[in-house]
DNA sequence: CGCTCGCGTTGCGTATTTTGCAACGCGGGT
DNA sequence: ACCCGCGTTGCAAAATACGCAACGCGAGCG
């Protein structure tokens, strides 16, 4: 167990709050200032932490250099970047892109609205397991033993009064979006905003990712939003087909 | 010294270049695969690292949530955001956005060309301290004491024919940028991609941050680079407004 | 101008962690 | 069924990390 390095990373997560100075640091990981400040030196020589004008610490610049750097890796993004910008033109609604890593749903692109508001979620955030849109897409492609698992595993916090609350309702709302190739967030996952996901598949058919387009509940109706369905899964059907995908099915709302 | 913190970094700069197997990265990293085991499960743990289909090591979307949060908390950075945006609208030429951090000059925004042209920069690289010219300008504001010892702290590499190859050059230069508030790129830094820089400047009037147009010379001459000038003195100087920064002068090219 | 305080830094000995070794376990391929 | 590659594990030794106590410096105050 690399204790050191947990203790480097956990200082990183205070600095990703706000910048702090040493004491403050120390003071809040419950280590002492000495090793605080090594580590700190050890994170600043390799531009992981840069002092700012009045000496506190704060985020670096290799952060930027190895965040771009691993969203180049990932191929995904790549190829579904101009189709999801279109989308967003389009539309003018708010685009995600989100792919299931390491057991958690990342947003790892995203589209802002073109209208006057913003949402929570952003890249490199992870995504609610039982109430993002996203989320129910790449689930439900999972095989029923693996969704399972996951669902007994998954802390049902209620974000909204439309969360779900239960393994079985997740399970069955994941066998609902397997039929229909689509899923909705019914103002489950962030309040007054509902919206609509649907999957990106690759050469063997498996989903890779998935897209969605979110929409304040005020802005667009429930059935405002579903006329956006068509022109998602145009978009994440033409990703698909850059993938390899080939459809066998004609597909409608 | 935090040798065990170093090898998790090493080992993450070997991941930014490409994925690897836990062999791969013990072998690069010359350290037993245990100890690599060991530091990736920590990292991994942690979403700085994830694990792809194939069972070999990548960067996590923790780096982009870290990267997130660290560009959000450089303000210069949301100030200067929809100026910069404009003027690459406008222009239809790559922009830049770069700082001063740790003794090395970082970009912290960018935008695209509109024409089927890239370049090496990205978000998060550092600039060559003697060629770029964001950071001439970002040089230029600084006392001549600190000028000379940067100065006599660099390695001269010469990156194309146009470089400046000594200290006394390039302080020459400085000064030059220092009177006549910009600065040039004559090919120095890209071959082939001659650009201009201005700067920003907060309430007392110090340089924060730089802003460059940077045009590949086939497309733009010398002169042509030149008209671009009145532009990218509008928005950094607006910038520089929204900073707090009163200007004193009429500026001119 | 001198003193005090806050905060970053340093030397060092001890405690703790890190490390590599050798072997194991598992899955894939022959 | 066997072998090989590769990830994993237990453990003892080696090496580092750690905290302590004090230092140094700059800013503020009297």
């Known amino acids: 167990m690399s204790q050191s390095l947990i203790r480097a ?40 932490v840069v002092r700012d004008d009045e000496q506190r610490f704060m985020l670096g610049s290799k952060l930027f250099e190895l965040s771009s750097l691993a969203l180049e890796q990932r191929d995904i993004r790549k190829v579904a970047h101009p189709h999801l910008a279109e989308l967003n033109g389009r539309t003018g609604h708010t685009v995600h892109l989100a792919v299931f890593e390491g057991n958690e749903v990342v947003y790892i692109d995203k589209f802002e609205s073109h209208h006057p508001v913003r949402m929570y979620s952003r890249i490199g955030l992870t995504a609610s397991l039982h109430s993002a849109a996203v989320s129910k897409v790449l689930l439900a492609d999972m095989p029923r033993s693996r969704q399972e698992k996951i669902a007994a595993g998954l802390d049902y916090v209620k974000v909204t009064d439309n969360t779900l609350t239960s393994p ?23 309040a007054f905003v509902h919206c609509i996901a649907a999957p990106i598949r690759d050469a063997s058919g498996a989903v890779v990712a998935a897209a969605s387009c979110s929409v304040p509940v005020v802005m667009l109706s429930y059935e405002g939003l579903l006329e956006l369905l068509p022109d998602l899964k145009a978009s994440t059907e033409a990703i698909s087909r850059d993938l390899g995908w080939i459809s066998h099915e004609r597909n409608s709302a």
């Not at 997560?13 to 990981?29: M, Q």
């Not at 079985?168 to 962030?190: C, K, P, S, T, Y």
């Open 9 to 48: 990373i956990d200082l990183l997560a205070e600095l990703a709050a706000k910048p702090a100075t040493l004491d403050e640091l120390s003071s809040k990981a419950s280590v002492h200032k000495t090793t605080v400040m090594r580590l700190l030196h050890a994170l600043e020589e390799k531009r992981f």
């Open 168 to 190: 079985e309702a997740l399970l069955a709302e994941l066998e609902q979006v397997r039929i229909q190739g689509w899923a909705h967030d019914n103002a489950e996952h962030e």
